[in-house]
């Protein structure tokens, strides 16, 4: 065998040791990958753990309150309260005064008192949700457990405990509310609707949040509120000063705070007036509708083209005079077909 060479059976084992060799060095590639992979998908699982929890944490923060399928009808029919043990009162008043007593009993218009059968059991626990339907055509005042005051606009639900027990003082609206909260710094009061939600301690604040709207509004007359909204993973939460509005847009599902000199404006309706700044012409018809009870029928292109509105409408005259003055206002032609009208 020449110098340089090797033997055949060194040949052999040579050739089995670099076999092994690329075995265990693929092997550990391999290994490396996988522990890689293992590693990275950990990371991704905490990233998304953690995203979950904060999305619990900041988003759902009030559980979303469902009404019960008895108060859906808001077109027709009377004011109806329904207590949370199912019992019913209906109002057949345009205006109505409700005031909440005790734990089972409310007071109607100053000299009905109504009182429940089964919420006595337990006076120091908070009942179930009692429920204010306010129909189309009507509104109502409601004195709540802690003295805060509430007026409802027609087209409007509300869900209030017939006594206020939690750390917050929790309600439920879809509608229009202002209200006049009774102070109470330790315990909050939170109204809580579909799009947007007000934190107070005590102070007179406007709310309209009907769910069937694409934008939505809280108005501040006195003291301080904080309004947030649930649209996003990280929850927009806005605080708000006196003469200052917050609007809601289903749309861009933004928080905007906007300058309100005139803030009083936006309770108006409470004695019997609307007022108009730069409105568009399809909100003053749903206002309009929800107030009397009537259905519009029009070209929404055409509407949503007209000029903005500014001015103020006496709701306490008749629908008639209220639509001959909207017609010179906004300079458009309507008709009265039956219990419909249309908007030429």
Request: proline share 2%; glycine share 6%.
């Amino acid at each position: 065998m020449e110098e340089g060479q090797v033997a055949p059976g060194e040949k052999h084992k040579l050739w089995i040791k670099i076999r092994d060799f690329n075995r265990a060095y693929a092997n550990e590639n391999k290994t490396i990958r996988i522990k890689r992979a293992i590693r990275v998908a950990a990371s991704v699982l905490i990233v998304v753990s953690l995203s979950c929890t904060l999305y619990l944490k900041l988003h759902v923060t009030e559980k979303q309150y469902t009404f019960s399928a008895s108060n859906k009808n808001l077109g027709t029919g009377n004011t109806v309260l329904t207590f949370g043990n199912g019992e019913r009162i209906e109002i057949d008043k345009k205006e109505s005064m409700i005031a909440v007593l005790d734990h089972q009993s409310v007071q109607v218009d100053n000299d009905t008192i109504k009182k429940t059968k089964t919420q006595t059991a337990y006076p120091e626990k908070e009942s179930a949700m009692n429920e204010l339907l306010v129909p189309y055509g009507k509104k109502t005042t409601l004195v709540l457990d802690d003295g805060t005051k509430v007026w409802l606009n027609a087209g409007t639900k509300f869900a209030f405990p017939q006594k206020f027990t939690g750390k917050k003082r929790m309600v439920y609206l879809d509608g229009e509310g202002y209200f006049e909260v009774a102070e109470n710094q330790s315990r909050p009061f939170v109204v809580s609707s579909t799009n947007i939600n007000v934190e107070v301690l005590g102070t007179k604040f406007n709310m309209n949040s009907y769910s069937t709207d694409e934008q939505n509004e809280t108005v501040l007359l006195e003291g301080s509120v904080v309004v947030w909204s649930e649209g996003k993973l990280i929850k927009d939460k806005v605080k708000i000063s006196p003469n200052q509005r917050v609007v809601f847009s289903i749309n861009d599902k933004n928080l905007n705070v906007l300058q309100e000199p005139d803030a009083g404006d936006y309770i108006a309706w409470i004695d019997g007036w609307y007022k108009f700044s730069n409105e568009n012409l399809e909100q003053v018809l749903t206002k309009i509708g929800r107030y009397y009870n009537v259905a519009f029928k029009y070209d929404k292109t055409k509407i949503l083209n007209a000029l903005p509105i500014s001015g103020k409408l006496d709701l306490k005259e008749s629908f008639g005079e209220v639509m001959l003055t909207l017609s010179k206002v906004a300079k458009i032609e309507y008709e009265i077909d039956g219990g419909k009208v249309i908007i030429n």
